[in-house]
C-alpha cells in the first residue's frame, strides 16, 4: 500500500515523546474578565508571562521552551484551566 507522509502511529509517538508543557484553556479566569495571576506566581521557572490587553486583564502566556512541565501551576490555578499537553511545535513565546 502507498503511504504519504508520516504514519498515525508515529505521529502519535512524536507527541508522546515531547515533553509536556502547561496549556492553558478557556476556562482561564482572565477571559471572564476577572485578574488573577496565580499560575504566574506558583512558577518556579517563572514560565507564564502577562500580556497587556485592552479591555481585559492581562492574559496568562506560557513560554513552553522554559516550561518543565512540574505541574505546580496546574494545582494553584483557582478556576482548574491549566493542563499539561504536548508542547506546539515552534510556539516558545
Ligand atoms: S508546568 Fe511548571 S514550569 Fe511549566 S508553567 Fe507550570 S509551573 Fe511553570
Ligand atoms: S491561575 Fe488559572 S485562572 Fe489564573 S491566570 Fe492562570 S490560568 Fe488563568
Given at each position: 500500500m502507498e503511504t504519504q507522509g508520516p504514519?498515525?502511529?508515529a505521529l502519535f509517538r512524536g507527541q508522546l515523546l515531547s515533553k509536556p508543557v502547561?496549556?492553558?484553556g478557556d476556562d482561564?479566569?482572565?477571559e471572564a474578565g476577572i485578574v488573577?495571576?496565580?499560575c504566574?506566581?506558583?512558577?518556579p521557572e517563572s514560565a507564564i508571562r502577562f500580556r497587556p490587553r485592552i479591555g481585559l486583564p492581562p492574559q496568562a502566556i506560557?513560554?513552553?521552551t522554559t516550561c518543565t512541565g512540574c505541574g505546580e501551576c496546574v494545582g494553584a490555578c483557582p478556576g482548574?484551566?491549566?493542563t499539561l499537553g504536548a508542547a506546539r511545535r515552534g510556539d516558545a513565546s
Amino acid at each position: 500500500m502507498e503511504t504519504q507522509g508520516p504514519s498515525r502511529r508515529a505521529l502519535f509517538r512524536g507527541q508522546l515523546l515531547s515533553k509536556p508543557v502547561a496549556v492553558i484553556g478557556d476556562d482561564c479566569f482572565v477571559e471572564a474578565g476577572i485578574v488573577c495571576r496565580s499560575c504566574g506566581d506558583s512558577c518556579p521557572e517563572s514560565a507564564i508571562r502577562f500580556r497587556p490587553r485592552i479591555g481585559l486583564p492581562p492574559q496568562a502566556i506560557v513560554n513552553e521552551t522554559t516550561c518543565t512541565g512540574c505541574g505546580e501551576c496546574v494545582g494553584a490555578c483557582p478556576g482548574e484551566a491549566i493542563t499539561l499537553g504536548a508542547a506546539r511545535r515552534g510556539d516558545a513565546s
